[in-house]
């Protein structure tokens, strides 16, 4: 399985990005998605997640209301949707696949290369 993230760039805050990762592999549409992010300096942490249909999706506290995580199981894509973006949104966001342990925010088995978001105040 490989992920390729893509959509990151430089917004004003309360501004929006898109933020998209295809997919390779017959197992897409049986496979959980996530989407995490790392601010420099600090750890990685859960941003979102959607199930394999796309029936169920789960988000951080922080980003509730503001992010929306969909996918396209036709396409092999799965998208976050960032809307009234905040300075401390700023951070790598990476595409993950295939929970191991712990889903939605645990452990996954793939990750992406992931992609730049940066929010300017």
């Known amino acids: 399985v490989q992920l390729q993230a893509s959509g990151g760039g430089l917004v004003q805050s309360g501004g929006s990005l898109r933020l998209s990762c295809a997919a390779s592999g017959r197992t897409f549409s049986s496979d959980n998605m996530g989407w995490f992010r790392q601010a420099p300096g600090k750890e990685r942490e859960f941003v979102a997640a959607?199930?394999?249909?796309?029936?169920?999706?789960y988000y951080a506290d922080f980003v509730k209301g503001r992010f929306t995580i969909s996918r396209d199981n036709a396409k092999n894509w799965v998208y976050l949707e960032m809307n009234s973006l905040k300075p401390e949104d700023t951070a790598v966001y990476y595409c993950?696949?295939?929970?191991?342990?712990?889903?939605?925010?645990?452990?996954?088995?793939?990750w992406g290369q992931g992609t730049l978001v940066t929010v300017s105040s």
């Open positions: 959607i199930n394999w249909s796309g029936g169920r999706t």
């Open positions: 993950a696949t295939r929970s191991i342990a712990g889903f939605p925010s645990g452990t996954y088995a793939y």
